[in-house]
């Protein structure tokens, strides 16, 4: 049985619960009458003082600590748009790499050029948006992205570096060390979809690919750009919808090619009159 998980809806869901269970602790108090709350964002929250005196892991937990509702409900609003689709686009191992990464990248950049304490997972967001910035750059980069790659990303970039500089309390030396590392990343790794042409090219003449590896193959490809193309009605669209048609078909395996029309579609990436349309040629 074939089964999909979302690392980002487990990354949001980790984040909510941490932040939830920080604000209960508020209610409570230590040593000389400081909050839990605060002692949490002291030893968890990365800062140079806290390096210095070996908590060397708060480049970690500081990505996930927030300090309020409007900070958290942002951050993992930016998390989910962006989290699919890198996700979707470099497979989840990969996925989740780049999101530490370049989290605690940011977090280091951050106590490099600040003494204040900084939290929350804005460091490794930016490294999203550097990742899919400099993906979209790329001349094999499919059409189908090109919307939500690339310097189409270049006025949120800008919007939210100039916010960093002009409010105060927003680092942005993490921003723009989680963007940095993120974009060097989008650069040089190999998007799921150009592995899989690659392997392609090299097994087809030694070894048939089975229903199972062929379906992997077929969501790793479909899921970001169904995702770039959602509530579409394009002739782009029609034209990838006709693709996914002719390569369920070739399936050898009704039942397989089933799972993943039903995968394609829970994930609400093509409407009931598609799946049901796609459904009769299985």
Same mark, same amino acid.
């Given at each position: 049985?074939?089964?999909?998980?979302? #690392?980002?809806?487990t990354l949001i869901t980790i984040n909510v619960i941490v932040y939830l269970f920080v604000m209960i602790m508020g209610i409570f108090r230590g040593p000389q009458g400081i909050s839990y709350?605060?002692?949490?964002?002291?030893?968890?929250?990365?800062?140079?003082?806290?390096?210095?005196?070996?908590?060397?892991?708060?480049? @970690?937990?500081? @990505? +996930?600590?927030h300090g309020n509702l409007m900070h958290i409900l942002f951050n993992m609003w930016a998390l989910f748009q962006l989290g699919h689709v890198v996700e979707g686009v470099y497979g989840t191992?990969?996925?989740?790499?780049?999101?530490?990464? /370049?989290?605690?990248?940011?977090?280091?950049?951050?106590?490099? +050029?600040?003494? !204040?304490?900084?939290?929350?997972?804005? &460091?490794?967001?930016?490294?999203?948006?550097?990742?899919?910035? /400099?993906?979209?750059?790329?001349?094999?980069?499919?059409? #189908?992205?090109?919307?939500?790659?690339?310097? &189409?990303?270049?006025?949120?970039? $800008?919007?939210?570096?100039?916010?960093?500089?002009?409010?105060?309390?927003?680092?942005?030396?993490?921003?723009?060390?989680? $963007?940095?590392?993120? #974009?060097?990343?989008?650069?040089? !790794?190999?998007?799921?979809?150009?592995?899989?042409?690659?392997?392609?090219?090299?097994?087809?003449?030694?070894? =048939?690919?089975?229903?199972?590896?062929?379906?992997?193959?077929?969501?790793?490809?479909?899921?970001?750009? @169904?995702?770039?193309?959602?509530?579409?009605?394009? =002739?782009?669209?029609?034209?990838?919808?006709?693709?996914?048609?002719? =390569?369920?078909?070739?399936?050898?395996?009704?039942?397989?090619a089933s799972k993943v029309l039903w995968e394609l579609y829970r994930r609400d990436l093509i409407s009931q009159e598609e799946f049901e349309r796609l459904r009769k040629f299985l």
């Amino acid at each position: 049985m074939i089964r999909f998980r979302s #690392a980002t809806i487990t990354l949001i869901t980790i984040n909510v619960i941490v932040y939830l269970f920080v604000m209960i602790m508020g209610i409570f108090r230590g040593p000389q009458g400081i909050s839990y709350r605060d002692l949490i964002t002291v030893y968890g929250g990365v800062s140079r003082f806290a390096l210095s005196n070996g908590l060397i892991y708060t480049p @970690l937990t500081a @990505l +996930f600590l927030h300090g309020n509702l409007m900070h958290i409900l942002f951050n993992m609003w930016a998390l989910f748009q962006l989290g699919h689709v890198v996700e979707g686009v470099y497979g989840t191992r990969w996925y989740l790499f780049f999101y530490f990464a /370049t989290g605690i990248s940011g977090s280091l950049s951050a106590a490099a +050029f600040s003494n !204040a304490i900084t939290i929350g997972s804005s &460091s490794a967001i930016f490294g999203l948006v550097g990742i899919l910035f /400099t993906l979209g750059l790329k001349n094999d980069t499919p059409v #189908a992205l090109r919307s939500i790659t690339g310097y &189409s990303l270049l006025p949120i970039i $800008l919007i939210n570096l100039f916010l960093g500089f002009s409010i105060p309390g927003i680092s942005n030396a993490a921003h723009i060390g989680g $963007l940095v590392v993120g #974009a060097i990343i989008g650069w040089f !790794a190999k998007p799921a979809y150009a592995r899989f042409a690659r392997s392609r090219r090299v097994y087809t003449k030694v070894k =048939e690919k089975s229903p199972e590896e062929t379906s992997r193959d077929i969501l790793v490809k479909y899921i970001p750009l @169904l995702n770039a193309l959602k509530d579409d009605r394009s =002739e782009e669209r029609t034209v990838r919808v006709a693709q996914l048609r002719s =390569e369920l078909s070739s399936l050898r395996d009704q039942e397989i090619a089933s799972k993943v029309l039903w995968e394609l579609y829970r994930r609400d990436l093509i409407s009931q009159e598609e799946f049901e349309r796609l459904r009769k040629f299985l």
